[in-house]
């Protein structure tokens, strides 16, 4: 199984950029897929999750109305696009698959996803 996260970069404050996550070795359409981030210094977080056949998202607070969760079933592939990005959101970024839940009780405490990918590296420029 591999998850391959890209699309990440240098971006100034109030920019955006859109991650990738192609994913192989596992049938696509029956795991959630889940955007994880750690920034240098402290712990992993959840920022967002869609379910199943896009039945359901998550979105961490700080990045509702911003950041835009997606799936491509025909393509394996994942999206997350952010958008009024703040150096606050600079973090290393990694998705991740799993046979689980898309919520918060997931995104937020278990993070009890099968698969993970290497991640991406997100810097927002002040």
């Known amino acids: 199984v591999q998850l391959q996260a890209s699309g990440g970069g240098l971006v100034q404050t109030g920019g955006s950029l859109t991650l990738s996550c192609a994913v ?64 606050e959101d600079t973090a290393v970024y990694y998705c991740a698959a799993g046979i689980t839940s898309c919520d918060a009780d997931v995104m937020e405490t278990k993070f009890n996803m099968d698969y993970w990918g290497k991640g991406t590296l997100v810097t927002v420029s002040s």
């Open 24 to 87: 192989s070795g596992l049938t696509f359409h029956w795991h959630v897929i889940g955007w994880f981030r750690q920034a240098s210094g402290t712990e992993r977080e959840g920022v967002s999750c869609i379910g199943v056949e896009n039945t359901s998202t998550y979105y961490k607070d700080s990045v509702k109305g911003r950041f835009t969760i997606s799936r491509d079933n025909s393509k394996n592939t994942a999206f997350l696009q952010m958008n009024s990005l703040t150096p």
